[in-house]
């Protein structure tokens, strides 16, 4: 998928969109990643950080679509989103994991406390630690490859696990099921992973603490 298509459907519909990003590569120079793991987040919803807001102090989420809102989380992790929906409507899709393909040890040496390949970005957290991204890589157009920090398209993704986003406070919109993972890379998403998918391959028309559907399936979709 060219850049263009995805800028489209990020500004169409975040969560269309946001499982459209599996398969793309996270480049910030000799490092590169392949997303596995996506979250949408959308402003009429009370998970969404723009939820009953007009503006923020961070206004990156209400920037054009392609462009990263970096945040601090809990004070401690930044997190890094794609922000989607004409520019002045907050919608962001949260990059939740990535499976490395190159400088790894890079990674490492960021990320000390990881002991496998597979520690290093299984966490919206540990992804922006190895890449080195904080507060000055928000407001950074992701879909221009000129800039430091950028997307582009990797290997498509054949079939997608749904289902609810993590660690969204009961009576928020924690049923919304918006998170998005590769069925094949499994092993490289975050916690909670899918028990079923864990302990069986994935198998078409399977399900797992959620469901399993084809790429290309209409996306579930929430309205308030």
Not at 11 to 16: F, L, N, Y
Not at 61 to 80: I, K, T
Not at 99 to 119: C, H, N, S, V, Y
Request: proline share 8%.
């Amino acid at each position: 998928m060219p850049n263009s298509d995805l800028l489209e459907a990020l500004e169409r519909d975040v969560v269309a969109a946001t499982p459209m990003l599996l398969g793309w590569d996270i480049v910030r120079g000799d490092l590169r990643a392949r997303i596995v793991e996506v979250e949408a987040y959308r402003q009429d919803e009370p998970a969404c950080h723009a939820f009953g807001k007009s503006k923020m102090k961070n206004m990156a989420l209400y920037a054009r679509p392609g462009m990263s809102y970096v945040y601090l989380a809990y004070g401690n992790h930044w997190m890094l989103n794609v922000v989607a929906h004409p520019e002045g409507q907050a919608a962001a899709a949260l990059i939740r994991a990535a499976r490395p393909l190159t400088g790894q040890a890079e990674m490492f040496a960021r990320r000390p406390k990881a002991i496998r390949e597979e520690d290093l970005l299984s966490g919206p957290g540990k992804l922006c630690a190895a890449f080195g991204i904080s507060s000055r890589q928000n407001f950074v157009d992701l879909l221009d490859p000129r800039s430091e920090l950028h997307l582009e398209p990797g290997a498509p993704v054949t079939k997608i696990v749904v289902g609810p986003r993590v660690g969204i406070a009961e009576g928020k919109a924690h049923e919304y099921p918006w998170r998005f993972m590769d069925a094949a890379e499994i092993s490289w998403i975050s916690s909670p992973r899918p028990r079923e998918l864990l302990r069986h391959p994935p198998a078409p028309g399977g399900s797992a603490r959620g469901r399993a559907i084809e790429n290309g399936a209409r996306m579930p979709q929430h309205s308030e």
